[in-house]
Structure formats: structure tokens, C-alpha cells
């Protein structure tokens, strides 16, 4: 029997137990919009830019580890979804883009908005850098597979977006139902490798024989949910836990082993004892710069005095930045199941580190008593330490999280605890602005029965404010809290440090701080949403819009204040030479301390 690739297409996903299709229409998929329409089951949620569209699905797949679906049209439809696609694939999200293309017949003849600039029909290479694979259907009868290879491809292995271009004619052709019957059949998830027993033998054995071991997270972490097996590896052997700032939520911010985010936004105390440790079990994690401060030898790590081994689903990870004693490719959660039991097997009764718990426990108390003054402070413009307070009285401990970039990434990633897995989303690797302003559209429609917010900048926020339009359009009961400074603010705080000016990083008109009145705007877009006036207001509005069941922006003014930072970042050091420092590189003495600058 013959039918619709659209309507086929949509069986599929149907099938694929897909909830949800996010998107912006023209007129390239018009015949999917058709499609989508008679679906029962499929919702498709439109958006009023690409970006948010790519986002909110990024959102979205975070919050239920299973591949979302962007729908966009060709040229600027898919150009402007590149940027949420593209952080997607940074911080490893699964996600398939299904976009219109011109016409198949039409290659090279200049129909409206092909892409040919070096070859014919050339769209789908614009994605070529960043998805783990880019198709275009040029033979309809192939179509079936690739969908199905493309779903496999983004949730397998290090899952990431992959890329289906689709030339417009395509899905109204017709062609037998007996090309899909293989989508019918096995199963649709992949296992996903484990370590070997030797493997996991040798690495309990070097955990056990170290003196000052450290297991560091990243982000593979909260991918694999790896939670449980963590904390009983890290319970039963008593070895303390630092984190990326895409580690953050993988164990609770509370724990007594938890030390807390490396690198240029960790503390002296944390990446002391990273660098003096003398085995680091890195899981999930790319050593990456920031974390990792610049790579300063000594600073946040040490290859001269540490053993790393290095565990990650990606093989290109293991050894990129620091040489491994044990490199293995495994699914974290399989792979400490295994160490844990290799452990056991080794030392029946663990380990106990009584006076470095009470050590970490110290610096903890310590640290949170330095910044009780100002986030208890009442001046207004709010601090942002009080923002982050007042949030975290209110906030159930099981609401879920998108930051932004800046102080509501940077700041909550060091001083907000975050104690039940999965409900903190940052934007690490591209680090978008306007992450969390849609992504918590998607993470909303994944989880209804969790209450989602987003601390985003007024910079972030006004990249794409039309997010508005498509939570009262569906209903999404949202909050965002908008941390309003009048700038782009850890960047003015940056070039003030480095230049003693701040062009082209705060907003202005005639010398005076300039912002569109976001709750005006907001309530324009059938929003509801209030401005802060007092310090003392904050609290009772966020509660409020909390409960209110509804989408609802609050605007809060905020000091520019940066975020305390012991770590380097080699951007200083570009900005401001130091005689002890050549390309990147220590010739003489120990590294300079940054200048409390928070820099993105």
C-alpha cells in the first residue's frame, strides 16, 4: 500500500512514543504541518523563532534523555536554529532536526533560498561541524532507514543532534508502507559498553592504594544517571568529589565528600586538592578550560604529581588534555557499578576519612559564612547573592533549573546547592545566550508535575523574548526570573577590569541606564509579571509566581556584582600580559591569581 512520506514520517514518530515537535513553519514543510495536524498523538508546539524552537526541544531532551524533534524550514530557517542546535551538540543532547529543502529536481537552479554557494542543494553542510551526522534524502525509498539510523545515532554513544534535510517534494511523494516495515521491528535502544572486569579491578586497586584520591565529574555523569552507583562508590571508599559546572546536580551540593566546582570559578580550597591529588578518577568529563584553569600547570590539576584515569562514552575524550594511567570507554553508570564491585572485593569494609570530611565540612561552613552579609543584604538594586537566597528558601528541592550565562550560570554553579539529580540545566560548552529563557519551555512540557524556572540575565532574556508568545500560546506554566544589571554584565565587568571602560557592554541612552521595562513587555505577550521595587518584595513575588500555575516574569533589578573567582583563566592573562606567563604557559614561578573577574 502506498502513502505520504509525511504521514509515514509521522506514524514513526508516533511509534518512537514522540510527545512533542517543535518548530517554525514555511514553505518547505507545509506538508508535514498537514501531517502533524490529523496526529492524535503528536503535538506540534511553534515557536516564533528557530533558535527558540532548537532550544526548547534542547530543554526538552535534557529533562527526559531521549532524542527530541526540531522541525525548520531551508536557508534562515535553518540557520537560525544552528545556535541551540549547536549548543545541544556541545553539551552532548540528543536531538534530530528534520529540515525542508528546496525541491530535488530544482538543484542549482536558484530555486527560493537554496543554499549552493560550493555545491548544488548545499544546505545541509552548513551543520556539518557540529551534528554527529547530516542526511539529505535523495532517494524517497531510503528515507525509512535513515530515520531510523539518525534516531540511533543522536541517543547512542556520546548522543548529540543530527541533521535530516529533506527536499520539499519528498514528503508528498508516496511510496509502499513495506519500505518503513523494518521500523516495525527489534528495539530502539542500544546497549552501551561496560568495562571488563580486569579494567575495573585495576582501577578499584588505584583508588584503594591512593593517598589523597579525588573522582571528578562532568557532565557524562548526569547523562548516563549515573547518580546511585556515584554515591555508593563514593560513600563506601570516602573519596571527595569535585565537579564541572556540567557535573553540578550528578551528587548533591550537600553531600560531605562534595567539594565543588574546579577551575576559574572553584575556590583555593577545591583546586588545592585537585592539584595535590595523587589519583584523579575523571568520569564524564573533558578537563575543559574553564574547569580546568586554563590548563595552568599546579593551579586546578597536575600531571606531575597526579594519576589520571580517565573514563568517558567518547574515545576522542580519553587523554586529550592530561596523559592517563587508564583510559577506558565505557557507560559510566555500568562502569561504577563495576568498580564498586571490584572494591568491595578488594576491601570488604571500605575506607573511612573522618578528618577529611571534617575538613571539607569546615571550608564548606566557612565559605557560606563569607557570603551570609551580602545575601542577606537589603540594598536595591538587589545583589545577586540575595536573589539566589531568597530562590533557594522558596524552591521546592525537586524544581528544575535552566541558568543562562553570567552570574546565573557562574554564580549558581559555585554557591547554590543543588541536591536532587537532574534539575539543574546549564549551558556549558557554547554557553548561549537565551539558553534558558526556551529551554525551559521544553523541560516544562517533559516534566508538568515539576515547577521550572529559569535565573537568566536581561541580556540573555532579550535575544528572544518571543519565548513569551509560545508559553501563552500552549499554556506552559513558567517562571523567569530575570536578573536585570542593564548590561551585558560579566562581559562589562571584564573589559572594566582589563580597560577601566565599559563600551558596548552596558545599556544606555544620554548616560543613563536603558532597558525595555520587561514586565510591560511581558504583559503585553498576555504574561504575567511584576517589576521588584524592594529587596524585601522579591520573595513574596517569586512565591507567587510560583504558584500561580501560569507563565510569569519577574523583572529584578540587580547590582553588577561579580562572581568571586581563585581560579585563572588565560583570557587575563592575553588581556594583561604577566611577565610569568608565555602563551599560556608558566616560564617562571607560580601562577597569578585572576582579579576576581568573572569573565564568560
Not at 582501577?203 to 562532568?218: C, E, F, S, T, Y
Not at 594583561?576 to 601562577?591: F, H, R, Y
Request: net charge negative; aromatic share 8%; with cysteine.
Amino acid at each position: 500500500m502506498n502513502k505520504l512520506i509525511s504521514e509515514q514520517l509521522v506514524d514513526y514518530l508516533e511509534r518512537r512514543d514522540t510527545k512533542y515537535v517543535f518548530g517554525l513553519c514555511g514553505h518547505t514543510v507545509i506538508a508535514m504541518l498537514d501531517a502533524l495536524e490529523k496526529s492524535e498523538k503528536l503535538q506540534y508546539i511553534s515557536v516564533r523563532h528557530e533558535q527558540i524552537a532548537s532550544t526548547a526541544a534542547d530543554g526538552y531532551a535534557r529533562a527526559t534523555g531521549r532524542a527530541s524533534v526540531v522541525m525548520c524550514h531551508l536557508g534562515p530557517g535553518l540557520t537560525n536554529a544552528t545556535t541551540g542546535v549547536a549548543n545541544a551538540s556541545l553539551d552532548s543532547i540528543p536531538m534530530v532536526v528534520i529540515a525542508g529543502d528546496v525541491p530535488s529536481y530544482y538543484y542549482g537552479k536558484h530555486p527560493h533560498q537554496e543554499v549552493n554557494m560550493h555545491s548544488d542543494g548545499d544546505q545541509y553542510e552548513i551543520y556539518k561541524p557540529f551534528v554527529k551526522r547530516a542526511f539529505r534524502i535523495d532517494t524517497p525509498e531510503l528515507f525509512p532507514d535513515i530515520l531510523d539510523r539518525a534516531f540511533r545515532l543522536a541517543e547512542s554513544g556520546r548522543p548529540g543532534p543530527v541533521l535530516i534535510s529533506v527536499p520539499m517534494d519528498m514528503f508528498s511523494r508516496e511510496i509502499d508502507t513495506k519500505y518503513f516495515e523494518k521500523t516495525f521491528k527489534g528495539t530502539l535502544d542500544t546497549i552501551k559498553p561496560a568495562l571488563d572486569r580486569n579494567t575495573a579491578k585495576r582501577i578499584a586497586q588505584m583508588l584503594i592504594d591512593a593517598k589523597n584520591p579525588v573522582i571528578h565529574i562532568g557532565g557524562g555523569v548526569v547523562l548516563s544517571k549515573a547518580f546511585k552507583e556515584l554515591e555508593e562508590l563514593v560513600d563506601f571508599l570516602n573519596i571527595p568529589v569535585s565537579r564541572t559546572l556540567m557535573g553540578q546536580g550528578a551528587l548533591s551540593d550537600k553531600h560531605p565528600l562534595m567539594l565543588g566546582m574546579t577551575g576559574f570559578w572553584g575556590t583555593d580550597f577545591i583546586n588545592n586538592k585537585t592539584a595535590n591529588a595523587d589519583v584523579i578518577l575523571g568520569l564524564g568529563t573533558r578537563f575543559a578550560e574553564a574547569d580546568s584553569s586554563s590548563w595552568y600547570k599546579g593551579v586546578t590539576f597536575n600531571d606531575d604529581k597526579t594519576k589520571f584515569i580517565q573514563i568517558d562514552i567518547d574515545p576522542v575524550e580519553i587523554g586529550r588534555n592530561y596523559p592517563v594511567e587508564i583510559g577506558a570507554v565505557s557507560d559510566l553508570k555500568l562502569a561504577l557499578e563495576a568498580i564498586l564491585e571490584e572494591a568491595k572485593i578488594i576491601k570488604p569494609e571500605g575506607i573511612q576519612r573522618p578528618k577529611l570530611i571534617e575538613e571539607i565540612k569546615a571550608y564548606k561552613t566557612e565559605f557560606k559564612k563569607s557570603n551570609e552579609p551580602i545575601a542577606n543584604d537589603s540594598r536595591f538594586p538587589m545583589t545577586p547573592q540575595r536573589i539566589l537566597k531568597d530562590v533557594r528558601e522558596v524552591l521546592p528541592e525537586d524544581a528544575v533549573i535552566c541558568t543562562d550565562v553570567g552570574w546565573n550560570k557562574n554564580g549558581v554553579a559555585q554557591q547554590f546547592d543543588i541536591t536532587e539529580p537532574g534539575t539543574i540545566m546549564h549551558p556549558g560548552g557554547l554557553a548561549t545566550m537565551g539558553f534558558g529563557s526556551a529551554a525551559i519551555l521544553g523541560v516544562k512540557l517533559a516534566k508538568p508535575d515539576k515547577k521550572v524556572i529559569t535565573l537568566i540575565g536581561d541580556g540573555g532574556f532579550g535575544t528572544n523574548p518571543s519565548v513569551l508568545a509560545t508559553a501563552k500560546e500552549y499554556n506552559i506554566p513558567v517562571v523567569w526570573v530575570v536578573m536585570n544589571n542593564y548590561a551585558f554584565g560579566t562581559i562589562a565587568g571584564l573589559e572594566g577590569a582589563h580597560y577601566k571602560h565599559n563600551f558596548g557592554t552596558v545599556f544606555k541612552i544620554d548616560g543613563k541606564p536603558y532597558n525595555p521595562e520587561w514586565a510591560e513587555v511581558a504583559k503585553a505577550y498576555g504574561i504575567k509579571a511584576k517589576k521588584v521595587e524592594r529587596a524585601e518584595d522579591f520573595e513574596a513575588i517569586f512565591e507567587e509566581a510560583l504558584n500561580s500555575n501560569e507563565p510569569y516574569l519577574i523583572d529584578v533589578p540587580m547590582e553588577n556584582i561579580p562572581v568571586p573567582t581563585d581560579g585563572i583563566w588565560n583570557i587575563n592573562d592575553i588581556y594583561t600580559p604577566k611577565d610569568n606567563v608565555k602563551d599560556g604557559v608558566l616560564i617562571s614561578g607560580e601562577a597569578e591569581r585572576s582579579d576576581h573577574v568573572s569573565t564568560e
